[in-house]
């Protein structure tokens, strides 16, 4: 079954400690990108991936970092996690090519900074 | 700057009640309008990607259109089960194509 996966689906951490969301694709897609979801703002993206060892920057990447060293993970970090990072945190991916590039969502992580 | 405007906020509907969900949009070059189904606390599910003006898409009860400035998706005797958070994006030439820019969503409730 073609999907994004993310883990975990929940987590509860306290300020300032390391975590590491993961995103795995089984569809060879190029493109993966990471978006926060936040009552009243909607969807934000935090960063994107255009394909292996190529990433950058979304609309709101403080504090976060990623890496795409295979095609098919693109994991998030949260080095000093803080509790403004509290949210629902999705991954997704594309094929990037015109007309091909419906981006599909994982099932989301709910974090909570305390 | 794209931006992506949906309206109403929130609508309710009795079973059976047709109506339809506004997604205006300002972009510089629209490469692709997409509608998703979001349940709560759930990903996005993605529902149909329109490519030019005058485009129209159906899947079971929904259908979705497209002009140059706004997309309609009409909901025909929707049922309970339609109800959900609705959620237009644009892509544009912004950041290469790369980033999708969602409008705040259309939260529907469909009562039997």
């Known amino acids: ?114 | 700057e794209d931006q992506v405007t949906q309206s109403p906020e929130a609508l309710r509907l009795q079973e059976g009640e047709s109506s339809s969900l506004n997604c205006s949009y300002t972009v510089s070059g629209l490469r692709g309008l997409f509608w998703y189904r979001q349940d709560p606390g759930k990903g996005p599910e993605f529902l149909f990607t329109l490519y030019s003006a005058g485009e129209e898409k159906e899947k079971e009860r929904l259908k979705a259109t497209l002009t140059k400035k706004e997309s309609f998706l009409h909901i025909t005797a929707p049922k309970p089960e339609d109800s959900a958070t609705y959620l237009c994006a644009v892509l544009s030439p912004q950041s290469g194509y790369s980033t999708l820019t969602f409008g705040k969503g259309t939260m529907l409730l469909v009562s039997p």
């Open chain 1, 1 to 114: 079954e073609a999907q994004v996966t993310q883990n975990p689906r929940y987590l509860i951490t306290v300020t300032g400690k390391k975590l590491t969301v993961t995103c795995s694709q089984n569809m060879n897609h190029e493109y993966m990108s990471w978006y926060r979801q936040d009552p009243g703002l909607g969807l934000r993206q935090i960063y994107y991936s255009m394909n292996v060892e190529v990433t950058d920057k979304g609309d709101v990447p403080e504090g976060y970092k990623v890496s795409r060293k295979e095609k098919r993970n693109f994991p998030l970090i949260l080095e000093s996690p803080s509790p403004n990072q509290t949210s629902l945190y999705f991954c997704a991916s594309s094929t990037h090519r015109a007309e091909q590039d419906t981006q599909y969502f994982g099932p989301g992580t709910r974090l909570t900074v305390l």
